[in-house]
């Protein structure tokens, strides 16, 4: 792989797969590496392929650039939205009960998508709706959904 794929799947790897452009947030580890790697390529050219995600990226980037104190090797084409995402991530980097509440509504609205995104698909999709059709009938999965959701009281086990 070439570096600037590395690159951008270092980045892929924490902003798409695990909701971190979301969030707002970046894990060191990625980052440190989006680092490194922009020593060896131009990082702001590394995505310039990838128009879907080029935005979820740059963000990435700027982020990078902020908390490494600005290196040059990281430097990013500022846009509006990449200057909106900016202001938010360091508004959230300083007040944790703001990230708090923002990182609870995240997670619902992820939740929600994501079984929403579940039922959309098991309209078109045979297997899908096969599934989703077992699932639901599953007595032990309604009872643990009426306990989750505080309808009845889990019974308690030594």
Do not use: H
């Amino acid at each position: 792989m070439s570096y600037k794929n590395q690159l951008s799947l270092s980045i892929i790897a924490k902003q798409i797969n695990d909701d971190g452009f979301y969030y707002k947030n970046i894990m060191l580890r990625n980052a440190y590496d989006v680092y490194l790697l922009s020593k060896k390529t131009i990082a702001k050219d590394a995505f310039s392929k990838f128009n879907t995600l080029k935005n979820p990226l740059s963000c990435f980037l700027a982020s990078c650039f902020e908390v490494f104190n600005k290196p040059n090797s990281l430097k990013y084409t500022s846009t509006k939205k990449i200057e909106t995402y900016l202001a938010r991530f360091n508004e959230l980097l300083k007040n944790d009960e703001l990230r708090n509440k923002q990182n609870k509504k995240i997670d619902q609205k992820i939740f929600i998508k994501k079984r929403l995104d579940i039922i959309y698909k098991s309209f078109f999709n045979k297997p899908y709706r096969s599934w989703l059709f077992k699932r639901i009938t599953d007595k032990n999965w309604q009872k643990e959904k009426l306990i989750q959701l505080g309808f009845i009281k889990q019974k308690r086990t030594l």
